[in-house]
């Protein structure tokens, strides 16, 4: 079979480039990212309505339109508020050379199936990379979901922590770990408010569906409802992995953030709640859900 290949462009006035297709028709996400780092989708001009469209992405696979690919210029989606060009290069010269040291990175959300080859494999692409580890349980050797990756290179280290990175098929983040932990920072990194709930999630529901990214040790629905909750992981790397997310339970899309501390601005919860569905709304905590409540739940 011939490959086929689809246009795209970073935008649509530009020269596009040619990307090849899989046998099945389909576009890997991943392809388009090797040209294109850190695209998340890609759209198109409706020639019928002019107007912009989504090109459909399933578990980092693009599908064609109804009518195909045909000859359209696909654009490139970018996660929203990022730049390719967030990098600055005449920042790099304000550090002197004898300071650019490389750190380990950690690499947060991962899929459970990756490897350290794999690892390794995909970060050598952005320069050479001197060490890879992905963290396991000591017990079941199964994937925490994060890892650590090094390079000989400061300005790989840049590039990489400047994007996010597609990696088997799901969204991840490289940064520095964060070494300055206040004493109630990692009971807070462990917890995350999941907001946006509808009153016919239950707290088993919702601890099913957390457990495929890692151990959950309790989950806390308010009384009455509120239309959040709180989970609270064994680690605390799943936990800030997931944090700005937006995932989808039994068809409704909820927001993680992360669990303020209960000595933290409470009025800035009773916000966020509010923001995320009935909330707290305009009449204090009211009903049964007192401060205690929140206490006990953080």
């Given at each position: 079979m011939a490959e086929m290949y689809i246009r795209v462009a970073e935008e649509?006035?530009?020269?596009?480039?040619?990307?090849?297709?899989?046998?099945?028709?389909?576009?890997?996400?991943?392809?388009?990212?090797?040209?294109f780092p850190g695209a998340c989708g890609l759209r198109y001009r409706s020639p019928v309505s002019q107007c912009m469209r989504g090109v459909r992405l399933v578990e980092g696979v693009l599908h064609a339109p109804e009518n195909g690919w045909g000859n359209l210029v696909y654009v490139v989606n970018y996660p929203k508020g990022r730049k390719m060009d967030e990098i600055d290069a005449s920042s790099a010269t304000k550090i002197k050379r004898g300071d650019q040291k490389t750190s380990d990175l950690i690499v947060l959300g991962l899929p459970w199936k990756t490897t350290e080859q794999d690892l390794k494999d995909y970060?050598?692409?952005?320069?050479?990379?001197?060490?890879?580890?992905?963290?396991?349980?000591?017990?079941?050797g199964n994937s925490k979901g994060f890892g650590f990756v090094r390079f000989a290179e400061w300005e790989a280290q840049g590039k990489v922590m400047s994007q996010r990175h597609m990696i088997d098929g799901r969204w991840c983040d490289c940064k520095l770990p964060n070494s300055k932990q206040g004493p109630d920072e990692p009971m807070r990194s462990r917890k995350v408010f999941v907001g946006r709930c509808t009153e016919d999630i239950t707290a088993d529901e919702l601890r099913q569906?957390?457990?495929?990214?890692?151990?959950?040790?309790?989950?806390?629905?308010?009384?009455?409802?509120?239309?959040?909750a709180f989970v609270t992981f064994a680690d605390d790397q799943?936990?800030?992995?997931?944090?700005?997310?937006?995932?989808?339970?039994?068809g409704v899309s909820v927001h993680i953030s992360n669990a303020e501390p209960k000595h933290n601005n409470t009025r800035q919860m009773m916000e966020r709640a509010g923001r995320f569905g009935n909330g707290f709304g305009g009449q204090g905590f009211g009903g049964t859900f007192q401060l205690d409540s929140y206490n006990a739940c953080c």
């Open positions: 649509e006035n530009e020269e596009p480039m040619e990307i090849p297709s899989e046998d099945d028709g389909t576009v890997l996400l991943s392809t388009v990212a090797a040209q970060f050598n692409t952005f320069g050479e990379v001197i060490m890879v580890q992905v963290k396991r349980d000591v017990k079941t569906f957390f457990m495929q990214y890692g151990e959950v040790t309790d989950v806390f629905i308010p009384k009455p409802f509120r239309a959040f799943v936990a800030a992995s997931l944090c700005g997310e937006d995932l989808i339970i039994k």
